[in-house]
């Protein structure tokens, strides 16, 4: 199947710090890439839509000035939290739609544990 | 808006067991469905689709569609306890979208 890796795997930093996270597709094109955020023993809640050379789609309630969106490459997209608090310590995960396969299928990368002190 | 529907659980099977997950769905216009398991701490994996109706098998998971009921389930035979998970069920994007839906997950827990 489709590959989808993200880095860093877990990060620790202070509070007030930024952090970036990478999303990249090895296999395949995508043109689209989902952001997540889950939660301990929580559903995964979408954040935004990355679109490849445009702006990202947020959802209802994110803000977009704290988590700055990037998708300069069909391969590649980044989240970066702004100005980190320990309310935003979660599991950030990435996804993406292999362009030009079934598009509706989803692969997830492995996922990036933040933790803000 | 669509919507899919799942039961939390905790869901208890013993070893050997046949476990059941259900979801239903309230998009008539959805083709396909995707099952994903999530182990605690890790990120959601793909597992099983299913296009039709009727039941798709592999190995041993079987998914089962039945549009008319707008519900889908995953069947996993002969339960083990590394099959302890959480089971989402997802439809996929509609109308120029390619945002699936995902419902909350079933948490599945399979014991000695």
């Known amino acids: 199947g489709a590959v989808v890796s993200q880095h860093p795997s877990w990060v620790i930093c202070k509070s007030g710090t930024s952090v970036k996270i990478e999303c990249r597709s090895l296999?395949?094109?995508?043109?689209?890439m989902f952001w997540y955020r889950q939660f301990p023993k929580q559903s995964l809640m979408l954040m935004a839509t990355?679109?490849?050379?445009?702006?990202?789609?947020?959802e209802q309630g994110v803000e977009k000035d704290k988590f700055l969106i990037n998708h300069a490459s069909l391969t590649l997209s980044t989240l970066t939290v702004t100005s980190a608090h320990p309310e935003d310590s979660s599991f950030y995960i990435c996804?993406?739609?292999?362009?030009?396969?079934?598009?509706?299928?989803?692969?997830f990368g492995p996922g990036t544990r933040l933790t803000v002190l | 808006q669509k919507e899919v529907e799942q039961n939390s659980g905790p869901l208890s099977v013993p070893e050997g067991a046949i476990a059941s997950l259900n979801c239903t769905y309230s998009?008539?216009?959805?083709?396909?469905f995707f099952w994903y398991r999530q182990y605690s701490g890790k990120s959601p994996e793909l597992i099983m689709f299913i296009y039709s109706n009727g039941d798709k098998e592999d190995g041993r998971f079987t998914a089962q569609l039945n549009k008319a009921s707008q519900y889908v389930s995953l069947l996993i035979r002969d339960s083990q306890p590394s099959d302890s998970a959480t089971y989402l069920c997802a439809a996929p994007p509609s109308g120029g979208s390619y945002i699936p839906t995902f419902g909350r997950g079933t948490s599945l827990i399979v014991h000695p």
């Open positions: 996804s993406a739609p292999p362009s030009g396969r079934a598009k509706d299928t989803q692969y």
């Open positions: 990355s679109n490849e050379g445009s702006k990202a789609t947020y």
């Open positions: 296999d395949f094109q995508a043109t689209t």
């Open positions: 998009d008539r216009g959805s083709q396909s």
